[in-house]
């Protein structure tokens, strides 16, 4: 699959949040497109606190899985 936007790099503190909760293999069972959003919309964000919390919702729908962006998700 070829991504239609830029790919938006991994940053170290989401990185760090995926390995501490063990969900690096779920992020990477995810589809390009979804990684790829998921990392722009934290990054995206303007204020810290922001960021931590979709930061958290992206490790809270990976745990959980079959969401994304709250939306039903069938992986």
């Known amino acids: 699959m070829v991504l239609k936007r830029p790919l938006n790099p991994m940053p170290d503190d989401v990185r760090a949040a995926l390995v501490a909760r063990g ?9 390009p497109y979804q990684r790829n959003d998921y990392l ?3 990054s995206a964000a303007k ?7 979709r930061l958290a919702q992206m490790l809270d729908e990976l745990e959980r899985g079959g969401v994304y962006m709250r939306m039903r998700w069938n992986g």
């Open 40 to 42: 722009w919309w934290i």
């Open 23 to 31: 969900l690096m293999a779920a992020y990477e069972a995810r589809p």
């Open 47 to 53: 204020r810290p606190a922001t960021r931590q919390k």
